[in-house]
């Protein structure tokens, strides 16, 4: 599997830039969170004002000794008078990196003279950009531990903390102090507006906090003035969500390096200092302080962050350099590391940062009491493109047995030593919310026992953990339970070990590609009859396959956003599902409960990039640019629906980017399933006009077209509310009353079944249930919807 064993450079992987948190309102097309879109990713999950001191405390590990030894000297700071003169002299961001910097050294020196350890290098970089995973990043200061030198490396993964520094001009600072200085005369009021213009690049507004047309702009906590002019208070807080962006935006580096549970850093704008915290859940600020003012603060931070160690930095404790060593350094890469598998009720401080290690579960005893622990073979091969939400990590390596315990599955008294098993086994660390009723290790272990004859079609796994509570270590449980005060997300940590597939582009044949793609349309399904669980987040990054013996055989990855297929009220608290490949329903304005349709219609849009996208046997299949005939369907929700319904009515633009290699399949798989799809989509649109009382569109209605384009002499809107209002496979709408008794919003119609959709696939005949299942089969039809307290079916499957 030359997907899984690779250990080229991190940046040569494909990061999945669909599969951002289900709450975010829309796919962005980067491999990762923009500085923009991050503020939009934390809206609503950001704690503000969070005490200097008990951050401190909480975060780095510092004690009440270190707080009084602080708090009992008089903190003159080296070069905070330079500081000062400088921002006084209205100097430039960058002039102030030296000064501040030697502020720092000077704390630190005075600690070390006092007789206190640190583990800390402090390096300024300037406008140096710094190699990312992500987007380009230019972090005018890190911290690093005291390992690190001028000589060693600057990279992400053996960051300690970031720090990111504003300057407010001057003008606006005395305006801000004198708010009348801004009325004067309409001369100094040009003034003001060209320095604006002349700093612009620096201070322009973000999404999050721009208001709409015709809406009044809410105070914040970052405003200063009782009553501040527009003109005035519109610069200095931009600036400073400007840089609250930007420090979000390092912050997902440092989550995403190296496996971290949290990544922290300051921003400081001018002389007041912000301390931030950033984990999966969202993020905690301090409440501001100038240390101008208050020096003992910054004092006290530099001591904090100068003791702290690595697991106090966020870095993951079950990662080592070896399954003897404790995390004692950072690590510059994943490559030859292992992760510890934490032990069940141990009390091992690597693991736990509280008092007891009740909160680590293996799921369906999946592995428990087996491995010692994952020995990582590379690089990850998948990286979550976002800050907040299941914060997924995929590496590749193999599992290693206790001493004592059996290399195979018989259970031999052999010690194992893995041959060849370079990247045989994956091991996925994600962060999953914790009101999700299922686990995903836990709904593909049921299915696998409930429904044996898909248990090829499904990963295997091999060990699964959950770490919940005061065992996950993060320090914002200690915040006096702050996540529930503000009814905030909450998640927990797990650990799932399966053997490793290959994504659906690595194909190398035609003819093996329909034999995986109908695999997986018929695990699906399965899964949805007999098993009663419906996927809802098929992608193409889901859609995978390996090889027995000579045969290929699909497999259906990543259930933990599933659900029971008669859930009501629960599917719609988030839209699931990836951006290009959503169902044309979900990307509404109020999305409809989640139906096996939903997952179809999500089967086909990947059939469709597929085959616009993949060149299957070339020896680079996928380049992972998207075509821009498809361009749009990677846009926000509104702007997907839109290109959706485009494609129904003019599929032909489409289509005419097939890749050669899919041409065949064009006539015997592509059109019949558009076919089917716009006449499903047009009982959509009656039954639409049907809710809103069988009003129909004055435009009469089209002849049936077959996949040809719509005349010149229409416009893109005309053809996109022709399909939306007028599907042209439809006749004149039948009534109100009869779109009731006709169409059913389940299947639209009939339309959209299983047996349809194979049908369109040139006539392929389903496997159907093998025969010694069938009357098993029939009891697991008659059965209740398994749910979250009892997972297993209550039909004992057959031991065949």
Same mark, same amino acid.
């Given at each position: 599997?030359?997907?899984?064993?690779? +250990?080229?450079?991190?940046?040569?992987?494909?990061?999945?830039? &669909?599969?951002?948190?289900?709450?975010?309102?829309?796919?962005?097309?980067?491999?990762?969170?923009?500085?923009?879109?991050?503020?939009?990713?934390?809206?609503?999950?950001?704690?503000?004002?969070?005490?200097?001191?008990?951050?401190?405390?909480?975060?780095?590990?510092?004690?009440?000794?270190?707080?009084?030894?602080?708090?009992?000297?008089?903190?003159?700071?080296? !070069?905070?008078?330079? &500081?000062?003169?400088?921002?006084?002299?209205?100097?430039?961001?960058?002039?102030?990196?030296?000064?501040?910097?030697?502020?720092?050294?000077?704390?630190?020196?005075?600690?070390?003279?006092?007789?206190?350890?640190?583990?800390?290098?402090?390096?300024?970089?300037?406008?140096?950009?710094?190699?990312?995973?992500?987007?380009?990043?230019?972090?005018?200061?890190?911290?690093?531990?005291?390992?690190?030198?001028?000589?060693?490396?600057?990279?992400?993964?053996?960051?300690?903390?970031?720090?990111?520094?504003?300057?407010?001009?001057?003008?606006?600072?005395?305006?801000?102090?004198?708010?009348?200085?801004?009325?004067?005369?309409?001369?100094?009021?040009?003034?003001?507006?060209?320095?604006?213009?002349?700093?612009?690049?620096?201070?322009?507004?973000?999404?999050?906090?721009?208001?709409?047309?015709?809406?009044?702009?809410? =105070?914040?906590?970052?405003?200063?003035?009782?009553?501040?002019?527009?003109?005035?208070?519109?610069?200095?807080?931009?600036?400073?969500?400007?840089?609250?962006?930007?420090?979000?935006?390092?912050?997902?580096?440092?989550?995403?390096?190296?496996?971290?549970?949290?990544?922290?850093?300051?921003?400081?704008?001018?002389?007041?200092?912000?301390?931030?915290?950033?984990?999966?859940? !969202?993020?905690?600020?301090?409440?501001?302080?100038?240390?101008?003012?208050?020096?003992?603060?910054?004092?006290?931070?530099?001591?904090?962050?100068?003791?702290?160690?690595?697991?106090?930095?966020?870095?993951?404790?079950?990662?080592? &350099?070896?399954?003897?060593?404790?995390?004692?350094?950072?690590?510059?890469?994943?490559?030859?590391?292992?992760?510890?598998?934490?032990?069940?009720?141990?009390?091992?401080?690597?693991?736990?940062?509280?008092?007891?290690?009740?909160?680590?579960?293996?799921?369906?005893?999946?592995?428990?009491?087996?491995?010692?622990?994952?020995?990582?073979?590379?690089?990850?091969?998948?990286?979550?493109?976002?800050?907040?939400?299941?914060?997924?990590?995929?590496?590749?390596?193999?599992?290693?047995?206790?001493?004592?315990?059996?290399?195979?599955?018989?259970?031999?008294?052999?010690?194992?030593?893995?041959?060849?098993?370079?990247?045989?086994?994956?091991?996925?660390?994600?962060?999953?919310?914790?009101? =999700?009723?299922?686990?995903?290790?836990?709904?593909?272990?049921?299915?696998?026992?409930?429904?044996?004859?898909?248990? =090829?079609?499904?990963?295997?796994?091999?060990?699964?953990?959950?770490?919940?509570?005061?065992?996950? !270590?993060?320090?914002?449980?200690?915040?006096?339970?702050?996540?529930?005060?503000?009814?905030?997300?909450?998640?927990?940590?797990?650990?799932? $070990?399966?053997?490793?597939?290959?994504?659906?582009?690595?194909?190398?044949?035609?003819?093996?590609?329909?034999?995986?793609?109908?695999?997986?349309?018929?695990?699906?399904?399965?899964?949805?009859?007999?098993?009663?669980?419906?996927?809802?987040?098929?992608?193409?990054?889901?859609?995978?396959? *390996?090889?027995?013996?000579?045969?290929?055989? !699909?497999?259906?990855?990543?259930?933990?956003?599933?659900?029971?297929?008669?859930?009501?009220?629960?599917? +719609?608290?988030?839209?699931?599902?990836?951006?290009?490949?959503?169902?044309?329903?979900?990307?509404?304005?109020?999305?409809?409960?989640?139906?096996?349709?939903?997952?179809?219609?999500?089967?086909?849009?990947?059939?469709?990039?597929?085959?616009?996208?993949?060149?299957?046997?070339?020896?680079?299949?996928?380049?992972?640019?998207?075509?821009?005939?498809?361009?749009?369907?990677?846009?926000?929700?509104?702007?997907?629906?839109?290109?959706?319904?485009?494609? $129904?009515?003019?599929?032909?633009?489409?289509?005419?980017?097939?890749?050669?290699?899919?041409?065949?399949?064009?006539?015997?798989?592509?059109?019949?399933?558009?076919?089917?799809?716009?006449?499903?989509?047009?009982?959509?649109?009656?039954?639409?006009?049907?809710?809103?009382?069988?009003?129909?569109?004055?435009?009469?209605?089209?002849?049936? =077209?077959?996949?040809?384009?719509?005349?010149?002499?229409?416009?893109?809107?005309?053809?996109?509310?022709?399909?939306?209002?007028?599907?042209?496979?439809?006749?004149?709408?039948?009534?109100?009353?009869?779109?009731?008794?006709?169409?059913?919003?389940? *299947?639209?119609?009939?339309?959209?079944?299983?047996?349809?959709?194979?049908?369109?696939?040139?006539?392929?005949?389903?496997?159907?249930?093998?025969?010694? &299942?069938?009357?098993?089969?029939?009891?697991?039809?008659?059965?209740?919807?398994?749910?979250?307290?009892?997972?297993?079916?209550?039909?004992?499957?057959?031991?065949?």
């Amino acid at each position: 599997m030359d997907d899984c064993t690779s +250990t080229d450079s991190l940046r040569n992987y494909y990061y999945d830039y &669909y599969n951002f948190c289900p709450s975010t309102k829309s796919f962005y097309s980067d491999n990762f969170s923009t500085d923009a879109t991050l503020q939009a990713e934390l809206s609503g999950l950001i704690l503000k004002d969070m005490d200097m001191v008990e951050y401190v405390q909480h975060v780095y590990g510092a004690s009440k000794a270190d707080i009084e030894y602080i708090r009992s000297k008089g903190w003159q700071i080296e !070069g905070l008078s330079t &500081y000062t003169k400088l921002l006084d002299e209205d100097a430039k961001e960058e002039d102030l990196y030296g000064s501040f910097k030697t502020m720092m050294d000077g704390l630190f020196s005075t600690f070390t003279g006092d007789g206190l350890k640190l583990d800390v290098h402090y390096v300024s970089l300037g406008k140096t950009t710094l190699k990312s995973i992500g987007n380009v990043r230019k972090p005018e200061q890190l911290f690093f531990f005291g390992l690190h030198n001028d000589k060693s490396p600057v990279t992400w993964s053996l960051t300690k903390a970031f720090i990111e520094l504003a300057v407010t001009p001057l003008t606006q600072r005395i305006a801000a102090c004198n708010p009348t200085v801004a009325t004067i005369n309409e001369e100094r009021t040009t003034t003001t507006t060209e320095v604006l213009t002349n700093s612009a690049a620096d201070l322009v507004p973000l999404p999050m906090f721009t208001s709409r047309p015709g809406t009044k702009r809410k =105070r914040r906590s970052t405003d200063t003035l009782d009553e501040p002019t527009p003109a005035l208070e519109h610069p200095k807080t931009c600036a400073y969500f400007k840089k609250e962006s930007q420090a979000a935006g390092y912050a997902l580096e440092l989550l995403a390096s190296t496996c971290r549970r949290w990544a922290t850093g300051v921003v400081i704008t001018d002389t007041e200092v912000t301390l931030h915290y950033y984990d999966r859940m !969202g993020a905690i600020f301090t409440k501001p302080f100038k240390f101008d003012e208050e020096p003992w603060k910054l004092a006290l931070f530099a001591l904090a962050i100068g003791q702290c160690n690595l697991v106090q930095a966020g870095f993951e404790p079950l990662v080592a &350099y070896n399954v003897d060593a404790m995390l004692s350094q950072s690590l510059g890469s994943l490559n030859g590391a292992v992760l510890k598998v934490p032990k069940e009720a141990s009390n091992e401080g690597s693991v736990t940062r509280g008092d007891g290690t009740n909160g680590i579960k293996f799921v369906d005893n999946l592995g428990r009491g087996v491995y010692s622990h994952f020995q990582i073979t590379g690089d990850p091969l998948y990286i979550y493109g976002g800050l907040t939400g299941k914060g997924s990590h995929v590496l590749p390596g193999y599992l290693v047995r206790m001493e004592g315990k059996g290399a195979t599955d018989d259970q031999t008294e052999e010690p194992i030593i893995p041959v060849n098993a370079k990247g045989s086994m994956v091991a996925k660390l994600s962060w999953p919310m914790e009101e =999700r009723p299922f686990l995903e290790a836990q709904i593909i272990n049921t299915l696998a026992n409930k429904i044996p004859w898909i248990k =090829r079609h499904l990963p295997k796994i091999h060990c699964a953990l959950t770490i919940k509570d005061e065992s996950m !270590g993060l320090p914002r449980h200690l915040f006096h339970n702050m996540i529930t005060a503000h009814k905030l997300e909450q998640r927990y940590f797990t650990l799932l $070990f399966t053997d490793c597939y290959e994504h659906l582009w690595n194909i190398k044949t035609l003819d093996d590609f329909q034999v995986v793609y109908i695999g997986i349309v018929e695990c699906h399904y399965n899964a949805s009859r007999y098993g009663k669980m419906l996927h809802r987040d098929i992608s193409e990054n889901n859609l995978l396959w *390996t090889r027995k013996a000579k045969e290929v055989v !699909g497999v259906l990855n990543d259930w933990d956003l599933s659900t029971r297929v008669n859930v009501v009220g629960s599917s +719609t608290n988030h839209r699931t599902g990836t951006g290009p490949f959503m169902a044309l329903d979900l990307l509404g304005k109020e999305p409809p409960i989640h139906l096996y349709r939903h997952d179809l219609e999500s089967l086909f849009y990947v059939l469709i990039w597929a085959a616009v996208h993949y060149n299957i046997g070339a020896k680079v299949p996928y380049s992972h640019t998207v075509d821009p005939a498809l361009e749009k369907w990677n846009g926000d929700f509104e702007e997907a629906r839109l290109a959706k319904l485009a494609f $129904f009515s003019d599929a032909e633009s489409v289509l005419e980017h097939l890749q050669p290699v899919f041409e065949p399949l064009r006539e015997t798989w592509i059109e019949p399933l558009v076919d089917l799809f716009r006449k499903a989509r047009a009982n959509a649109n009656l039954l639409a006009r049907a809710k809103k009382g069988g009003q129909t569109s004055k435009r009469p209605a089209r002849k049936p =077209r077959k996949l040809q384009k719509y005349s010149d002499d229409e416009s893109d809107e005309e053809r996109i509310d022709a399909d939306s209002e007028e599907d042209p496979v439809s006749s004149p709408p039948p009534t109100a009353q009869s779109l009731a008794v006709n169409v059913d919003f389940a *299947t639209l119609g009939g339309y959209l079944t299983f047996e349809n959709f194979m049908k369109a696939l040139d006539g392929w005949e389903p496997s159907g249930v093998p025969k010694k &299942y069938r009357e098993y089969a029939e009891r697991l039809l008659e059965e209740e919807p398994v749910t979250a307290t009892t997972p297993s079916s209550t039909a004992k499957s057959p031991g065949y």
